[in-house]
């Protein structure tokens, strides 16, 4: 599964656009690129564009290796906020699985249908951490 990957400055928001069946490497790789640029902060949100995403092959093995993979990802990435942009019901069915089998790994994640609802969200949750303390 291809991840393509970008940094949006302005927003401080790192976009990733999952297409294909989920390979977990590819997820670890495609950070593993991110953070060797070095100019990614490890604190920046990322709204995860799955809309590509085939959900037909994800079993429950293959979300927790992907969320194996996740808790590697947390070594460096500090507490951000994840938005996922799916298609309809099922994807959103999956994805909340996959939330619910990652306990731990994140604090705040959320669902969407549409990518400016999940920008919206990531910018309320970016202002409520700033605000805090």
């Known amino acids: 599964m291809p991840i393509e990957v970008h940094y ?3 927003s401080r928001t790192l976009y990733a656009r999952v297409i294909g069946v989920p390979v977990p490497d590819d997820v670890i790789s495609s950070f593993a690129k991110v953070k060797a640029t070095g100019t990614i902060p490890v604190d920046a949100d990322v709204i995860w564009d799955m809309r590509a995403m ?3 092959s994800l079993t429950i093995e293959l979300l927790r290796d992907i969320v194996k993979r996740r808790r590697k990802l947390n070594t460096y990435r500090n ?4 938005a996922y942009v799916v298609l309809g019901p099922q994807e959103e ?4 699985l996959m939330i619910a089998v990652s306990v731990g790994v994140q604090r705040r994640e959320a669902i ?3 990518m400016n609802e999940a920008r919206a ?3 309320t949750t970016r202002m409520e951490g700033d605000n805090a303390f």
């Open 8 to 10: 949006d400055q302005q």
């Open 54 to 56: 085939d959900f037909t």
């Open 79 to 82: 507490n951000c906020a994840s």
């Open 93 to 96: 069915r999956m994805v909340r």
């Open 112 to 114: 969407f249908r549409n």
């Open 121 to 123: 969200w990531i910018a």
